[in-house]
C-alpha cells in the first residue's frame, strides 16, 4: 500500500544488489540510510502492516544497490509488528545486512547484531557515533574485532557523513567476498540443544538461519513452530526442541527466553573484552545526565514540558498564518479566475463544480499544509534531539491506565490542532495496537475547526458568565472520552497484551538541517498524497449531493412577483433573494432531503432538518456547519450575519438543543480528512469506518441521553 512519495526511484537500471540496514531505535540507522542514498529515497508502508518502509539507491563503484532502511527493532523476536517486519525481511537474505550500532551502547546495540549472525546474514557492522564514543574516552580495536567476527567493521559518523566512503567499500568487500566462518558462541550447554535441534530439522529448513530457526523453536516461538510443522518431518523438530528446552530449564533452572538472552549478551560482553577500551574517569553522559536532572525530574518534567508544546503549537499557528493566508488568497484568485471564464450570476454546474467542488475541496486541504511542515519540523526537532523520548517517559504512567502508549501523548496533543496530523503523528508509535488505539480516539480532541462552532453556539445559548465554563467542559469532555474509549478498545477489539514500554533515554543531539529538511518534505509529501485525492473525490460528492436535484421555481420568486404586484413597500433586496434561493436550492438538494428524511431519527436528539442538513455538510470539514446552518437561515456571509444567526438560533432553540447539538459535534462523524488519512494509516477501510460510524453511535447515544434527561428536569 503506498503511503507517500518523495522522489521515487528510477523505474529503470534495476539495481543489482539488495544491502538491508538493521539497527536498535536511535542508533543513527536513518542518517546512514540518508548520508547513502541522498534524495533517492522512497517511502511505503510494509504490504499488510502500517509499518514504514523506506528503500533507496546507492552506488557502490560499479555496482548499483537498492538500501532498505529496515525498521528499528531491539530484536528479532516478531513481537511487534517492526520485529516482524525486520525478520521477515532478513529471512530473505539480502546480499549484505548492514548492522548499525549506537557506539556509545554497544552491549545492548550487538545483542541484534548476534541474531543477524544466527540468521545467517552477510553482515557488515557499522559502529556509528564514534565520535561520541571517543569524546567518552571509549576507543574500539576495529581490526581485532574484524578478525574475531569475521566479517568488515566500520566506524561511522552518520549525521557528519564521516566513515561512508569505508562503509560503502566494506558492503563491496563483503559482497565479493561474503563471510562464512563467523559463529555465535553461545556456551556449550545451549550449543549442544541448538545441534540436536537442527539435526532435526527437516531439509527444507536447513541452511542459512537454521541456527536462527533452531533458537526460536527452543524459546517457543508460535510463528516459527507453525512454519516448521507445516513441513514435511517438521514436527520431529519441533519435538527435539521441546525435549532439549525442559533439559535446559531443568539443568539450568532458568527460563529458556532468560537463559538464551542471558547467552547473547555472555557473547557480546566476551567480545567487547577484547576490543573495547575506557580511559579511566571518563564517561559519555555528564551533559545529558546534567539536562534529565530538570527535563524528567517529577514535578518539573511535565510542566516543562507543557511549555514546550505550546511554543510549538504557537509557533506552528503563528508562523503559519501568512503562507496559509497566501494560500486562501491563492486558492480564491483562481476560483475567481475560473469563475469568470462565465459570464457573471451563471449557474453552470461545470462552473460550480470546478470552483466549489475541485478548487475548494483542495483548496481546504492546502491551507493546513504551512500547519503541517511547521508542526512536523517541530516534533522531529524534538525527535532528533532526544526530547520526545523523554516526553514519552514522563507522560506513560498516566496514558498507560487508560490502555494508551506513553508516546500516545503527542499525537493526541497534536490533535488539538487538527486532527489530521494528529493520525499521522501516531508513527512514532512502535506497537500496531497503540497506534490503531491512538488514531481512532484521535477525533475527540476538540480541533481548532469545530472553534467557529463554539464561538457560535456558546454565545447563542449561554450568558457571558457561562460561556467560559462551557468551552472548558467541551474540551474537558472531549479528553475525558478519548481516554475511556481507548480503555475500552483496549479492553475489546484491541485487546492483547500491553506492549512493553522499553524507554531508551539517548543521549542529547543537535539534529542536522538536512535530516530536519528530509522530515518536513517527507511528512508534507506524505499529507498531500494520501488526503488529496480522497478528499477531493468527497469533496466532488458532497458538492453533488449539496448542488442538485435543483428546483424548477423558487418560492421566493414568486413572493417578490406578488408583492411587485401590490405594491408593497418593503421589498427583498437582490442579496436577501440570492440568499432565500440558495437557501431553497438547499432544502431540495440531495443533502436537503437527507436532512428531512433523518429529521425524525435526530429529533429525540432536539435536532430539526436544518441543523441535519448543516451536519451533513460538516463531515467535509466541521467549520462548513457554521456556513450551511447561515444558507439554511437566508442569511448572507455578510456583515452582522454571524450576530444575526445566533440571534435565530437562540429564538428557534433551546440551551439544551444547544448543548446536545455541541455534544453531538464533538464526538461525531470525524472530518473526510480524518477518515481519509485513518483508512491511509491503518491500512484497511475497516478501521475508518469503525472510527466514524462507532464515535457517530456513541455521540448520538450521548446527545441522547443529555437532550431527554434535560427536559425532565427543566
Known amino acids: 500500500m503506498l503511503a507517500g512519495t518523495m522522489n521515487r526511484l528510477p523505474a529503470q537500471a534495476t539495481p543489482k544488489l539488495r544491502v538491508a540496514l538493521a539497527g536498535n531505535p536511535n542508533a543513527g540507522k536513518t542518517s546512514i540510510f540518508n548520508a547513502l542514498t541522498g534524495a533517492r529515497q522512497h517511502v511505503a508502508n510494509y504490504p499488510g502492516v502500517t509499518v514504514e518502509k523506506r528503500t533507496g539507491r546507492c552506488e557502490l563503484g560499479d555496482d548499483s544497490a537498492e538500501i532498505t532502511d529496515l525498521p528499528g527493532t531491539y530484536s528479532l523476536s516478531a513481537y511487534s509488528p517492526e520485529e516482524r517486519v525486520a525478520e521477515r525481511e532478513l529471512s530473505t537474505l539480502p546480499d549484505v545486512v548492514v548492522v548499525v550500532a549506537d557506539s ?151 527460563d529458556i527466553s532468560v537463559f538464551v538472552a542471558e547467552r547473547c549478551f555472555g557473547f557480546v560482553d566476551g567480545l567487547l573484552a577484547e576490543v573495547q577500551t575506557r580511559a579511566p574517569g571518563q564517561g559519555g553522559h555528564e551533559l545529558t545526565d546534567r539536562i534529565d536532572r530538570v527535563v524528567v525530574h517529577p514535578l518539573i518534567g511535565l510542566p516543562l514540558f507543557a511549555l514546550v508544546m505550546f511554543t510549538i503549537f504557537w509557533l506552528t499557528f503563528t508562523l503559519g498564518e501568512v503562507p496559509m493566508g497566501w494560500i486562501e488568497a491563492g ?68 496514558m498507560h491506565r487508560f490502555g494508551l502508549h506513553g508516546k500516545s501523548f503527542i499525537p493526541m496533543l497534536t490533535g488539538f490542532g487538527c486532527s489530521v496530523p494528529g493520525v499521522l503523528a501516531t508513527r512514532t508509535l512502535e506497537n500496531e495496537r497503540d497506534r490503531l488505539t491512538t488514531m481512532l480516539v484521535l477525533p475527540l480532541m476538540s480541533c481548532g475547526a469545530r472553534l467557529p462552532i ?102 421566493v420568486d414568486a413572493e417578490v412577483q406578488a408583492a411587485a ?38 429529533a429525540p436528539l432536539g435536532f430539526d432538518w436544518r441543523i441535519v442538513t448543516a451536519m451533513i455538510g460538516a463531515f467535509g470539514a466541521k467549520e462548513v456547519f457554521v456556513a450551511q446552518l447561515g444558507i439554511v437561515y437566508s442569511i448572507s456571509a455578510g456583515g452582522g450575519a454571524g450576530e444575526g444567526l445566533r440571534a435565530k438560533l437562540a429564538r428557534d432553540y433551546s440551551p439544551l438543543v444547544g448543548l446536545s447539538t455541541m455534544l453531538f459535534l464533538l464526538v461525531a462523524t470525524p472530518c473526510m480528512a480524518t477518515v481519509a488519512v485513518t483508512r491511509k494509516e491503518s491500512g484497511h477501510w475497516r478501521w475508518a469506518l469503525l472510527q466514524f460510524f462507532g464515535l457517530t453511535a456513541i455521540a448520538y447515544v450521548l446527545s441522547l441521553l443529555v437532550y431527554q434527561l434535560g427536559r425532565l428536569v427543566t
Open 104 to 254: 556509545t551502547q554497544l552491549k545492548r546495540n550487538l545483542v541484534l547484531l548476534t541474531q543477524v549472525m544466527l540468521a545467517g546474514a552477510n553482515v557488515v557492522l557499522c559502529l556509528n557515533m564514534a565520535d561520541e564514543a571517543r569524546a567518552a574516552g571509549q576507543s574500539i580495536d576495529v581490526a581485532q574485532m574484524e578478525r574475531l567476527l569475521g566479517f568488515p567493521v566500520v566506524e561511522t559518523v552518520g549525521h557528519k557523513g564521516h566513515g561512508l566512503a569505508e562503509l560503502r567499500e566494506a558492503i563491496t568487500r563483503a559482497v565479493r567476498s561474503p563471510s562464512s566462518r563467523h559463529k555465535v558462541v553461545l556456551g556449550d550447554e545451549l550449543e549442544l540443544a541448538l545441534s540436536a535441534v537442527r539435526a532435526a530439522l527437516p531439509d527444507a529448513a536447513k541452511g542459512p538461519g537454521s541456527a536462527w530457526r533452531g533458537v526460536r523453536l527452543l524459546v517457543g516461538d508460535e510463528g516459527h513452530t507453525k512454519r516448521v510443522a507445516a513441513l514435511t518431518g517438521g514436527q520431529r523438530a519441533i519435538d527435539e526442541a521441546r525435549r532439549q528446552r525442559r533439559l535446559l530449564e531443568s539443568n539450568t533452572g532458568r
Open 565 to 602: 404586484a401590490r405594491a408593497a413597500p418593503h421589498r427583498l433586496t437582490h442579496t436577501e433573494i440570492e440568499a432565500r434561493r440558495a437557501a431553497e436550492r438547499l432544502e431540495y438538494s440531495l443533502a436537503g432531503r437527507t436532512g428531512r428524511a433523518l429529521e425524525p431519527l435526530f
Open 454 to 555: 463554539w464561538l457560535l453556539l456558546i454565545p447563542a445559548f449561554f450568558s457571558p458568565p457561562w460561556r467560559a465554563p462551557v468551552l472548558w467542559l467541551v474540551y474537558s469532555v472531549g479528553v475525558l472520552l478519548a481516554l475511556s474509549l481507548a480503555l475500552l478498545l483496549r479492553k475489546t477489539v484491541l485487546r492483547g497484551e500491553d506492549a512493553p514500554f522499553v524507554m531508551e533515554l539517548p543521549v542529547y543531539r543537535l539534529p542536522t538541517l538536512r535530516s530536519l529538511a528530509l522530515k518536513m518534505i517527507e511528512r508534507a509529501g506524505q499529507y498531500l498524497g494520501k488526503a488529496g485525492t480522497t478528499i477531493l473525490a468527497i469533496s466532488i460528492l458532497l458538492w453533488a449531493a449539496m448542488t442538485f436535484p435543483k428546483p424548477a421555481v423558487y418560492r
Open 331 to 398: 486558492t480564491r484568485s483562481l476560483g475567481e479566475q475560473v469563475s469568470a471564464l462565465w459570464p457573471h450570476g451563471s449557474d453552470s454546474p461545470l462552473r460550480s463544480l470546478l470552483v466549489d467542488g475541485v478548487i475548494g475541496g483542495v483548496g481546504g486541504v492546502l491551507v493546513f499544509l504551512p500547519n503541517i511542515v511547521l508542526l512536523f519540523l517541530g516534533l522531529a526537532f524534538l525527535e532528533d534531539t532526544g526530547y520526545l523520548a523523554r516526553a514519552a517517559f514522563l507522560t506513560d504512567r498516566v
